[in-house]
Each structure stands twice: as structure tokens, then as C-alpha cells.
């Protein structure tokens, strides 16, 4: 198996994401350099910086040089960056030393890869925000559909209290509603430009310095942070963490959903499993599999790219390299996460007859806390809790459903309204059904 997904012919459409992936193709990373590099000398020829009809070349040829990644890396390995070998490449296809001999006017590398860098992301985060917004719709018309639709709680993996399909939906769907609202701050800081010169200082710039890099920004339709942040990695730090934790949200769903279908239990349905080599009956459920592992490994991902937030004095490789190698398969994968999830939501179906059999139970015993309760409004709470459970452990016992025996030992109450599921749903249907209008009118 390759070392990256995307680049597998065989697991590619198992683990990747097209869309997002060929945003961080070879390809896509020069022609984001050299996009900079042709705004970076539009501008500065606009500001006197360097000879207008230079700066005129420079951006038409940027938009139009075609250069191969490929011939860039026997360069790149020794400067451990693309754009001493980008610019000598230009240099060679321009054939027009006159004019060539301003492009990178007073940048450095990091600040064109950074920028480039950033023009891309804007697009990645438009592809998310996209499909965040899919994903929430398709939540919200599950969690009103079904938000009296009773089903087991579980804690600890045993049956707790009844609450509503709906509700655990919308348990799934809360957090994704906050990740959206964050990614308007995540935006800010990382898609803005990077032009500090070699040391921050902008110093080959002169007094212009700033003006450039404003100029620059409104070019390339990116923020302005009005200063240099070369060895300030916390926008990256934040996306990285912002991208952890939807993917915590999403694998959450998929593990619950996992539970949900497991032979046995069966009260979701997700059509089109996977098949089995040697079993012909089963199912496999890989796409939430799929979701379960990326989001592991996106988490990993982001413990290392924490790290790399360290920057050491005005410039770190280490740390900047750090970056390169696990920011893009981040991306890749809350991707293919975001799609999976999606799909995921419109195809399942939940089974009520599996859910009311998993609350009855056979016994009834899941509401053993209304029961406590009930009681309590008749003796003290401490006997009320020792009844219940003295008269939970019968029922499991025995056989003979709660319900009977505390008809038994309580004759005079209404055990038969209190005993059903909807009864004691609590406030899982008005949960299930704000998310609904939450979801519906954020979007």
C-alpha cells in the first residue's frame, strides 16, 4: 500500500478525497506559487517598486508559465524548499533576464509557500463549509422525523433511561453545529498573506513594505494580519485543532452507529455494506469503519502538528517541514470524513420495532428510575431507591415484567401510562426537535 492514500490506485476510493486532494497535488502547489509570485510583482510594480513593465511580464508569464513539478525536486531536496528551483525554472521558460530579474523582489520562500499555502485552504475550507452544511441538513430532517421515536439509552454500554432516536441524532449533530460557527475564526487566521522578507522585516521593501503586503492581500483575495508571522504558527495550530475535533464528532457518530447495526441489536439499517469474502450474509459496515479510522488518525495527526507550533527563533525547518508533512492528509481525510458522513446520513433507516423490543427489554426494567421517582412522591426517596431496585432485581430474576410487580406491591397508580416509553422521553423530543430549527436556520 502506498504511503498516502490519495496516491493508491487500489485504496483511493476506500481512504481519499478527490475534491480536496487535488488541492495539494505538485501540480496545485506550483501554480499557487507562482499565482503569488505574478500578484506579489503586479503590486509592486503598481507602487513604483520595481519597473511597471517588468512587474506586467512577470504576472502575465506566472499565469501562463508551465513549469514540472518534477524538474524542481532534485533542488528542492538540497534547499529543502520549491522556489529557488521555481524561480530559476521561470528564469529559464521566460527567457527574459530583464525582466525576470525582479521576480521574489524582496520576499522570501516561506512567504510565497506560506500564501500559496493559504490560497489553497480557502478553497478546501469552502469545499468543507459545503458539505458541513449538507451533512447538518440531512441530521436535522432525521432528528425531527424521528423525535418521538423511542430507543434505549445506553451508559456504560447497558440500558440506561428511553430517549428518543431523534435526540441521539441530535447529539450527533450539536457539536457539528458549533465546529461551523467556529470556522469563521479559523478562516481568519489562515487565510491571510505571509510577506515578511528574509527575517520579518520587510527591509528590502523599504518604507513600502506594508503597503505591499496589503496590496498583496487584496490581489489574492486573503486577509491582511499586518504583520509578519512567519514563526506564528497558532492559525495553523488552530486549524489543525478545529479539524481534530470535528473529526472526533464525526468517528463519534460512526462508533454509535457501529453499536446500532451490530448483529443482535440491529435498530439502524445503513444500506450497502460491504461484502465478505467468505461469509455471503454479511454486511460489513465500512464506511463507518472508514470514519472511525480516519478520525483516529486525523487525531494523531493533529498531537504532531501541535508540536510543530514551536517555532524556533524567526524561522524553523524542522518545525515548518512538520507542517508539510501532516496538514495536507488532515485535510485529505476530515474530507473523505465530511462524505462519508453525509452518505452515511441520508441511507440510514432506523427499525422501531428493534428499538421498542431493546427498551422493553422483556422486563421493563429501563424504567426503573421512573418508577424510583414515582414512589418517591409517596414515601422517602431512600425507600423509594431501594424498592426499585429490590424490585428491578425480580424482574430480572423472575421474569415477570417491572411493570407487574410494581402493580403488585402499588395497586393504586396508573403504572400502564407510567410503563410506556413515550412517557418517560423527557425532554429527548424537544431536544431532537431544536436542533431541527437550529440546524435549518443556521444554514
Known amino acids: 500500500m502506498p504511503a498516502a492514500p490519495a496516491d493508491s490506485a487500489l485504496y483511493r476510493d476506500l481512504f481519499n478525497d478527490d475534491e480536496t486532494a487535488r488541492l495539494f497535488t505538485d501540480s496545485a502547489e506550483v501554480r499557487a506559487l507562482l499565482l503569488v509570485e505574478g500578484a506579489l510583482a503586479k503590486v509592486q510594480g503598481e507602487l513604483g517598486l520595481i519597473p511597471a513593465d517588468a512587474a506586467a511580464f512577470l504576472h502575465r508569464a506566472c499565469t501562463e508559465v508551465l513549469i514540472d513539478p518534477a524538474a524542481l525536486a532534485a533542488e528542492t531536496a538540497v534547499n529543502g524548499v520549491p522556489v529557488p528551483a521555481l524561480i530559476k525554472a521561470f528564469h529559464k521558460t521566460s527567457n527574459a533576464p530583464d525582466h525576470a530579474q525582479y521576480l521574489h523582489w524582496g520576499a522570501t520562500s516561506q512567504d510565497i509557500i506560506d500564501t500559496a499555502l493559504?490560497?489553497?485552504?480557502?478553497?478546501?475550507?469552502?469545499?468543507?463549509?459545503?458539505?458541513?452544511?449538507?451533512?447538518?441538513?440531512?441530521?436535522?430532517?432525521?432528528?425531527?422525523?424521528?423525535?418521538?421515536l423511542p430507543i434505549a439509552a445506553r451508559t456504560y454500554a447497558q440500558i440506561a433511561t428511553p430517549t428518543s432516536f431523534g435526540a441521539v441524532v441530535a447529539g450527533w449533530g450539536w457539536p457539528l453545529l458549533a465546529h461551523r460557527t467556529r470556522l469563521a475564526d479559523i478562516r481568519g487566521g489562515v487565510l491571510k498573506v505571509s510577506l515578511g522578507g528574509a527575517a520579518g522585516t520587510l527591509s528590502a521593501m523599504g518604507p513600502m513594505g506594508p503597503q505591499v503586503r496589503h496590496g498583496l492581500s487584496q490581489a489574492l483575495g486573503l486577509d491582511d494580519p499586518g504583520h509578519n508571522w512567519h514563526a506564528q504558527r497558532d492559525g495553523i495550530a488552530a486549524l489543525s485543532g478545529w479539524i481534530a475535533g470535528l473529526s472526533g464528532s464525526l468517528g463519534k457518530m460512526a462508533e454509535d452507529l457501529i453499536l446500532l447495526t451490530q448483529s443482535g441489536l440491529t435498530e439502524v439499517k445503513i444500506g450497502g455494506g460491504g461484502a465478505s469474502s467468505t461469509m455471503p450474509q454479511k454486511q460489513n459496515p465500512i464506511a463507518l469503519s472508514v470514519m472511525v479510522a480516519l478520525a483516529r488518525q486525523v487525531i494523531g495527526l493533529s498531537a504532531t502538528l501541535q508540536g510543530a507550533a514551536m517555532h524556533r527563533q524567526n524561522r524553523d525547518g524542522a518545525a515548518w517541514f512538520t507542517e508539510w508533512l501532516t496538514l495536507p492528509q488532515m485535510c485529505i481525510s476530515i474530507a473523505r470524513l465530511l462524505?462519508?458522513?453525509?452518505?452515511?446520513?441520508?441511507?440510514?433507516?432506523?427499525?422501531?420495532?428493534?428499538?421498542?423490543?431493546?427498551?422493553?427489554?422483556?422486563?421493563?426494567?429501563?424504567?426503573?428510575?421512573m418508577l424510583c421517582f414515582a414512589l418517591a412522591r409517596q414515601m422517602g426517596r431512600p425507600d423509594a431507591q431501594r424498592i426499585a431496585a429490590t424490585l428491578s432485581i425480580e424482574?430480572?430474576?423472575?421474569?415477570?415484567?417491572?411493570?407487574?410487580?410494581?402493580?403488585?406491591?402499588?395497586?393504586?397508580?396508573?403504572?400502564?401510562?407510567?410503563?410506556?416509553?413515550?412517557?418517560?422521553?423527557?425532554?429527548?423530543?424537544?431536544?431532537?426537535?431544536?436542533?431541527?430549527?437550529?440546524?435549518?436556520?443556521?444554514?
Open 118 to 148: 493559504a490560497l489553497r485552504l480557502k478553497r478546501v475550507l469552502h469545499i468543507w463549509e459545503g458539505r458541513l452544511g449538507t451533512l447538518l441538513q440531512s441530521l436535522a430532517a432525521l432528528a425531527d422525523l424521528h423525535a418521538d
Open 339 to 369: 462524505a462519508l458522513a453525509t452518505d452515511v446520513a441520508q441511507r440510514l433507516t432506523p427499525d422501531p420495532v428493534a428499538m421498542l423490543r431493546g427498551v422493553d427489554g422483556g422486563t421493563g426494567v429501563i424504567h426503573a428510575e
Open 395 to 443: 424482574a430480572e430474576t423472575t421474569g415477570i415484567p417491572l411493570r407487574q410487580l410494581a402493580e403488585r406491591d402499588f395497586p393504586h397508580n396508573d403504572w400502564a401510562a407510567k410503563f410506556t416509553p413515550n412517557a418517560t422521553l423527557g425532554r429527548a423530543p424537544a431536544e431532537a426537535r431544536a436542533f431541527a430549527v437550529s440546524a435549518r436556520q443556521d444554514g
